[in-house]
Every structure is written in structure tokens, then in C-alpha cells.
């Protein structure tokens, strides 16, 4: 899809539509939030980075494995974030116009809340992989003192990851069916 690069005169909104649409900036607020919770995220991650650097010659192999998948997931929410506040501020809020900048993400130009929906739900269930990854890699302490997961845990977080499954192909197929019909 593709905007019109032509500037169409300003329309004339009554005070109702005015204050209606006006309204979208109220979510401004919210993506500031989004920003200064990727902040702490980026203090996680380099908190949990400094961990693993300094431990690397105690750590066994499992361990850091499960530091570098805690990384991994910090990243794909992170990534997540930037997802939701770009693509959302520009749907729901105001353009950013960055058409023609070197750094546009290339999936900006055609994002739409059904795209965004899509998207969003495809990071989740990436972020649910790691975490199930990380379960799976610990599910050999089952039954040990020191274990951190039950065998029921890895049964619901099984459940719950094709839960999040399921409902992503019922969102990306209902969002192909109204494309089809436009």
C-alpha cells in the first residue's frame, strides 16, 4: 500500500470530530512509557552480559547456555517493544514520515493494525520458544533438590506456547481473509 505522496487540503473537522480524533494522543503517553521500558530492558540485558562475562570460567556449559538464551530473550523483547511503539504510533497515532530514510525498517511501509497483530504475535511466540528452550534445558533437574521447574510446569508452558501457536495462525488467517476482500 502505498501513500499519497500529494498534499490534499486540510479538512475542516467540527469540534466533536475534532476532539474525537484528537483523542489518538492520548496514547502518546504510553509509547514514552514503551521507551523507558526498553531503557530498563537495555539495563538487563547489559547487567546479565557483565554477569556472564565475569562467570564465564565458573559457569558449566548449561549455564551459559541459559545466560545466552536469558540474552536472546531480552533482545527479541526488546525487538517486540520497537514493534509496538513504531508500528503503533504510526498507525494509531501521528506518521513518523521516515519514507526515504536510510534507516526505515522495510516492514514500516506496509504495517497496519492487522500486520502489527501478525507481527506481534509471531515476537510472542518467539519469545515463548526461548522460554520453553530454557524450561527444557532445566526439566533435566526435575525431581532433584535444587530443580527450578516441575514436570506439570513444562506441561502447562507446552500448552500455553501452542496456545500462542493456534491463536497466531487464527490471527494471520483472519487478517488474510479481509485482505482477500479488499
Known amino acids: 500500500?502505498?501513500?499519497?505522496?500529494?498534499?490534499?487540503?486540510?479538512?475542516?473537522?467540527?469540534?466533536i470530530a475534532q476532539l474525537i480524533f484528537g483523542s489518538r494522543w492520548l496514547q502518546f503517553p504510553l509509547y514514552v512509557g514503551l521507551i523507558v521500558a526498553q531503557a530498563v530492558y537495555v539495563f538487563l540485558f547489559l547487567k546479565e552480559?557483565?554477569?556472564?562475562?565475569?562467570?564465564?570460567?565458573?559457569?558449566?556449559?548449561?549455564?551459559?547456555?541459559?545466560v545466552v538464551l536469558g540474552l536472546i530473550?531480552?533482545?527479541?523483547?526488546?525487538?517486540?517493544?520497537?514493534?509496538?511503539?513504531?508500528?503503533?504510533?504510526?498507525?494509531?497515532?501521528?506518521r513518523l514520515r521516515l519514507h526515504g530514510h536510510p534507516d526505515?525498517?522495510?516492514w514500516l511501509s506496509h504495517?497496519?493494525?492487522?500486520?502489527?497483530?501478525?507481527?506481534?504475535?509471531m515476537?510472542?511466540?518467539?519469545?515463548?520458544?526461548?522460554?520453553?528452550?530454557?524450561?527444557?534445558?532445566?526439566?533435566?533437574r526435575i525431581g532433584l533438590p535444587n530443580a527450578t521447574?516441575?514436570?506439570?510446569?513444562v506441561m502447562w508452558q507446552t500448552i500455553i506456547h501452542?496456545?500462542?501457536i493456534v491463536s497466531a495462525i487464527g490471527i494471520a488467517y483472519v487478517d488474510r481473509m479481509t485482505q482477500t476482500r479488499h
Request: charged residues 15%.
Open 123 to 140: 515476537a510472542i511466540i518467539g519469545i515463548s520458544s526461548i522460554h520453553l528452550l530454557r524450561t527444557f534445558i532445566e526439566a533435566s
Open 111 to 121: 504495517v497496519n493494525a492487522g500486520v502489527l497483530k501478525v507481527k506481534l504475535a
Open 149 to 153: 521447574v516441575t514436570s506439570e510446569s
Open 49 to 66: 552480559l557483565v554477569h556472564l562475562v565475569t562467570h564465564a570460567g565458573d559457569f558449566t556449559e548449561q549455564q551459559i547456555m541459559l
Open 1 to 15: 500500500m502505498q501513500r499519497d505522496t500529494q498534499a490534499a487540503p486540510p479538512v475542516r473537522l467540527g469540534l
Open 104 to 106: 526505515q525498517p522495510e
Open 162 to 164: 501452542m496456545a500462542f
Open 73 to 94: 530473550d531480552v533482545v527479541m523483547i526488546s525487538n517486540l517493544l520497537v514493534m509496538v511503539i513504531v508500528g503503533g504510533y504510526e498507525t494509531f497515532v501521528s
